[in-house]
């Protein structure tokens, strides 16, 4: 046990110091770019994963909160003239919060519902916000779009380090707080109320606050994501602010890597975003859209659970076996009792329904 | 006294009169058995009191306070817990994460705090071991048999430490031997003070278990005493056989 803890921790710190002297191994502007990216989209899916993958709720409409980051931080540069250079950086918290006061009230109303209603709700909740966007024009300038500052001291070749740095603190701060979330006995309602709210709720539970806080939490980060976005890419547009296909990624990033682990959405992430960037830049715009599209397909089809999850399982049921043999061992009386158990329980083990097998197989409630 | 009193509830799902001004009353330490043809209304006087129905009229008090039409959350942490007909547990949580579920929750500090926090870790596994379910602690709860799933809903119910606990069906489908292992559970934690209200049909275990039998028919009341008086009772033998 404490050996596979060393080995964890080991494993953790060695990924961390790769990721603190990437930028270092690789100069290439090209390189970096896609890592400033992929760095935002493990962010980002993380924070969707503290609300969706722990509650079982799929929310859809998280591009309305990373619009709402970018727009934060394009505003308040423009109305405080800030110039290019650090000081944006310091307003990315700022943004974020932005983002999670607004989503106290729209949270509020699209967690009314539960399932399909639910997930239609968000997303209708982000084409509004998206709307918004185009026409209070006093507030965003429409259409026509938002410029950021930009920082003109940076070289080319450095330009990047900044935003890498940044987006990897925010990751950190995402990966710490889903960390938390899932080692807390508040995560512990989340999660019970992903199996079963009312049986939660029946248990003590607080289930309307504990699903708000969990989706502020996630809009707050995907807010600083959105921000840090903005200020990266320069320009911004309502519709590529406020993106529908930002979902579609963090979605399919979560699931690729596993729903509901601390791990799981940043595998996805870092195995998606350089293949869409990769062909992106080899095949064009739109034909990473089909490519996109295929790999869900082939993630839901063949993968429903993620790769973590179908990991850990085999993981904790070699586990189990082995701690259940070694007890066994150990001591008369205990292996008596296992045995006991057993006779007592048998004739009926393994009898799960259909519907539940086939639930726990699909891995979310919808 | 009385510790929790149904006054004249009563409850109608469109035109069925599910509960038809239902009057009961549990003492404190009783093991009460509540029986009755399917559709009497005993799951939905279950419902009722745990707050996952609303009652039309009526009353239901619990010691002191009045919990009519009260949240599920609210009258569980007032201290009655509940398992269902169907037993409901969080399938995807570990056998242990299960366990911790219904601990009670008292500031923001506990919430913060990691949910296997030692003592009520040690509280966890000793229950655990209560229901002969240590060895499968790690599993997923999904994995668990249909008898190993009725005993971590008891089990984990018990963690809050309720005062009142409804177990609506625990021998439903469950093989003799792990029934007298509940029978057994069940006056353990009654002569620690528990007061159980037991919905059931089989009778055996009624008549073994219980010292006060309440029999319900279409929605309300129509007999009550002791399981050898009920069960000599003619109003109860044409209840069940009359229609």
Known sequence: MSNSKLFQGTGLLLLLAIAVVFPLLFPNPAVTTIAVFTILFAAAATGWNIFSGYTGYIALGHAAYFGIGAYALAIMCQDWHIPGGYLPFLLVPIAGLIAAVVAIPLGGIALRVRRHTFVVITIAIFFILQLLAYNLRDLTNGSTGMGLPIPTDWSGDFFNTPFYYVALIVLLLAIAISWWVRNSKYGLGLLAIRDDEDRALGLGVHVEVSKLTAFVISAFIVGMVGAIWAYFVESIYPPVAFDALFDVAVTLMAFLGGVGTIAGPILGALLLEPTQQYFTLQFGENYYLVIYGAMFLIVILLLPRGIIPTLTERWTRLQAIRSQRQEAALSLSASEQVHIGKRLIAPEAEQASPEEEQAREEGINL | ?243
């Open chain 2, 1 to 243: 006294m009385s510790l929790l009193q149904v006054q004249e509830i009563s409850k109608a799902f469109g035109g069925i009169r599910a509960l038809d001004a239902c009057s009961i009353s549990i003492e404190q330490g009783s093991i009460t058995g509540l029986i009755g043809p399917n559709g009497s209304g005993k799951t939905t006087l279950f419902n009722v009191i745990t707050g996952y129905e609303r009652a039309d009229t009526g009353q239901i008090r619990f010691g002191d306070h009045i919990i009519t039409n009260a949240s599920p959350d609210k009258v569980f942490r007032l201290g009655i817990g509940r398992t269902f007909q169907l037993t409901r547990i969080f399938p995807r949580l570990t056998v242990l994460e299960n366990m911790h579920v219904a601990v009670q929750r008292h500031d923001l500090k506990g919430l913060l705090s990691r949910w296997n926090a030692t003592h009520e870790q040690q509280r966890a596994l000793e229950l655990l071991a209560f229901v002969n379910l240590t060895a499968l602690k790690n599993m997923p709860a999904g994995n668990l048999s249909y008898g190993q799933r009725k005993l971590l809903e008891f089990a984990l119910i018990l963690i809050a430490e309720p005062r009142v606990i409804l177990l609506d069906e625990p021998a439903g489908g469950v093989n003799p031997a792990m029934i007298s292992y509940l029978t057994d559970r069940i006056r353990i934690l009654n002569e620690r003070g528990v007061t159980f209200l037991v919905v059931e049909h089989n009778m055996e275990f009624v008549m073994e278990l219980c010292d006060r039998v309440i029999v319900m028919h279409r929605g309300t009341k129509i007999a009550e005493g002791s399981p050898a008086e009920v069960s000599a009772n003619p109003t109860v033998l044409e209840a069940y056989l009359g229609d």
